[in-house]
């Protein structure tokens, strides 16, 4: 079956570590995306990438890093200096090639700082 | 700039009620519109689509049209199931622009109750 996949589903972190939070593709798509939600609000972008070793910085890119070295992967590594990194993170990605750029997600992961 | 105001939540209705949640947008030029579904503890799932004027995107007996009058994407569903609980996101891809990201609402949380 083609999709995304997030891993892990529930991440713990103490203070002060960083982490990284793993998204694969076996869509074909060219461009990922990283969003941030919280509770009772929208998606905010954190970083995305159109094409292989290419990525620019999203809405709330502060505190994150990204890599994309493989098509089908766009890991997020969430770094010390994000200041309140708890929250709910969602991996997307489309089609460059179609017009109306349709994102398909991941199931998420949810990250809490102890 | 480019944005997304959509109703503010929680809505809660009961089984076979008429469901509208309405969706508005600035945005110069024609954007493609689109209304995701987060079902409880999972990811996003793109419900329906417009990519121009007056187009109807329908799915699952959701619609919603294009409204470039009052720039409006309103989503309706004429008898709602207890399934049908979930978080309501409308987004827009910002029109003329060479990237690919999707601008979203706030969404709106419904709960249908048997």
């Known amino acids: 079956d083609g999709g995304i996949t997030q891993s892990p589903k529930y991440l713990f972190r103490k203070e002060g570590q960083n982490v990284t939070l793993s998204c694969e593709q076996n869509?074909?798509?060219?461009?990922m995306y990283w969003y941030r939600q919280d509770p009772g609000q929208g998606l905010r972008l954190i970083y995305y990438?159109?094409?292989?070793?290419?990525?620019q910085k999203g809405d709330i890119a502060e505190g994150y890093s990204v890599s994309r070295e493989k098509k089908e992967s766009f890991p997020l590594t969430v770094t010390s200096a994000q200041k309140n990194p708890t929250a709910f993170y969602l991996c997307?990605?489309?089609?460059?090639?179609?017009?109306?750029?349709?994102?398909?997600f991941g199931p998420g992961t949810r990250l809490t700082v102890l | 700039g480019n944005s997304v105001t959509q109703m503010e939540g929680p809505v809660t209705l009961s089984e076979e009620a008429f469901l509208t949640i309405n969706c508005t947008y600035t945005?110069?030029?024609?954007?493609?519109l689109f209304w995701y579904v987060q079902y409880p503890g999972e990811g996003l799932q793109l419900l329906l689509k417009?990519?121009?004027?007056?187009d109807k995107g329908s799915n699952k007996g959701f619609e919603a049209t294009y409204r470039k009058e009052t720039t409006s994407f309103h989503l309706e569903k004429g008898s709602v199931q207890v399934s049908d609980s979930a978080v309501y996101f409308c987004?827009?891809?910002?029109?003329?622009?060479?990237?690919?990201?999707?601008?979203f609402g706030a969404g709106t949380t419904v709960t249908v109750r048997a």
């Open positions: 869509l074909n798509h060219d461009a």
């Open positions: 945005a110069t030029g024609y954007p493609s």
């Open positions: 997307a990605s489309s089609d460059s090639l179609r017009s109306y750029n349709e994102q398909f």
């Open positions: 990438s159109q094409i292989v070793n290419d990525f």
């Open positions: 417009a990519t121009k004027a007056d």
């Open positions: 987004a827009l891809k910002w029109p003329g622009s060479n990237d690919y990201k999707l601008s």
